[in-house]
C-alpha cells in the first residue's frame, strides 16, 4: 500500500506541504494528470492551453522530473480525462491514501469530493500548498466578504502560513508509467522558462536590484526594463509559492528599505489571494455569464467583432497592440489586459466570456480563479462595488503610451475597413448600418 501524490498548480519541490505530507509513507506515487480537453479546440478555433502554456508547462514538468530523479523519486505523467485516470489507479488497490494541493477552482472541487464519495476507505488529504493562508485560519463571520477591501480587512491580525522546506528524500517510487513523449525537449527562448529553478533563479534576481522600491511606479506600464515583478507565470504553474515570495520580499525591506511600492507588490499577493477563495467560496458562479452578481449584462456574442478583437483589427491601436502582444508571447501587462477586456466587454458589446476563454488559451499566467474573477469584475458582474470598469481606450493610450513607443513596436495600426462588414445574422451590410445587437 502506498500514496497518491496528484500534483496540480504544485510543481515544486520548495516550501510544498503537499509533498512533505505526502513523503510521510513507505511507498509514493507521484503523478501529472495532462487533461486531454485542454489541447482540443472548440468551434471559435480556441483552446484551453495554447502553444505559449502548454510549453512554459512542459519546462516545468521537465524541471519536476529532474529534481524528483534526485531525491530517487519519479514523475508520472498520464495524458486523459484527470477523474478517469485517478479512478482507474484508486481501483487498482494499490493506494490507502490520496494527497492533494487544496484546489479552488469548481471543477477541481466537484472532481475531488466525487471520488472522495467513491472511495470511503480510502483518506483523501487537501494542504495549503497554493495560498498565503490556511484554510482554517480563513473564517468569515458573515460569509464570505463582497469586496477585496473587506477581505482584507477580515484578515488583517491572521498570519501567513509557515514556510516549509525540501523534503530532504522521498520515499521508493511505485512506478505506474512515465510517458515520455509528455516529457519536454528544447525550450522556446522568446519566453520565460518554465519549471521550479529558472522560477527560483527569477525571483533572487529581481530582489537582487532595486526593482521592488519602485514598482509603484512602473507597475503600469506596458513595457520596459523590470516594470512588473514577472513572478506570475512561475506562481500560475506552482513552481514558487506566495510565500517564498513573502519571505524575499520583507528579506528585501529588512536590507533596503521598506516603501510604497514595497507594500504594493504584498497588496498583488493579496488580490491573488483573494480571488483564490473568492472562487472557492461561489464555485461555479465565476464561470457563469451572470457571474456572482446574478445580473445578466448587456452583451452577446458577435463573431466577426470578437475575430476582430482577437486578431488585433479593431478601430484602436492600443487595443490592437495588447492583442497583438499577446498573440505573440503568451504574454500581457495587467494594464494591456484591462485595456483589452473593457474594449470587449464595453466597445464591442461582446460576452465577458468569450474574452476571459481566450485569454485562458493565450496567457502563460493564466490562473482560473484570477483570470475568470478579473474579467468578472471589469464585466460589473463579479466583485466589484462600482458595477464594472469602463476605459477610455485613447485616454489611456494618451496616459501610458504618450509616444506611441508600445503601438509601433506590437504594430497597433487603425484597420482601414469598418467594425461591421455583416450583421449579427451574418448578412452583409453598409458601414455604420448595423452593430450588434
Known sequence: MSTLYWLNDDLRLQDNPALNAAAQDDALTILFCLDERRLKTDRFSNSQMGEHRWGFLRDSLQDLHIGLAKLGQQLNILEGNPQLIVTSLLDSGRFHRIVRSRQHSSDKTVMWQSL?????????????????YLQDKVQFTNG??????????ALDTVEFRPSSTQPASLPAPTLIKLDSAMVPGASNTQR????????????YQYFSTNAASTYKDTRNQFFGEQYATGFSPWLAQGCVSPVQIFELLRL??????????TEWILF??????????HAGYHQAALFEFSGISGQRPLTSFYPERFFKWRDGNTPWPIVNACMNELKQTGLL?????????????????????????????????????????????????GSDPRGGRHFNLDKQAEIWDGAGDYRR?????????PLDSRDYYDWPVAAGQVDAP
Open 116 to 132: 472522495r464519495l467513491a472511495y470511503p476507505n480510502i483518506l483523501f488529504e487537501e494542504y495549503d500548498s497554493t495560498t498565503l
Open 144 to 153: 464570505f466578504p463582497a469586496t477585496f477591501s473587506a477581505f482584507r480587512r
Open 192 to 203: 520565460p522558462r518554465g519549471g521550479e529553478t529558472a522560477g527560483a533563479q527569477h525571483l
Open 252 to 261: 528585501y525591506e529588512s536590507r533596503r528599505g521598506a516603501n510604497e511600492s
Open 268 to 277: 498583488e499577493l493579496m488580490w491573488r489571494e483573494f480571488f483564490r477563495w
Open 333 to 381: 501587462s495587467n494594464r494591456g489586459r484591462q485595456i483589452a477586456a473593457s474594449c470587449l466587454i464595453n466597445e464591442l458589446g461582446l460576452d465577458w466570456r468569450c474574452g476571459a476563454g481566450y485569454f485562458e488559451e493565450q496567457l502563460i499566467d493564466y490562473d482560473a480563479c484570477s483570470n475568470w474573477g478579473n474579467w468578472q469584475y471589469i464585466a460589473g458582474v
Open 409 to 417: 513596436r506590437w504594430a497597433g495600426t487603425t484597420p482601414t475597413g
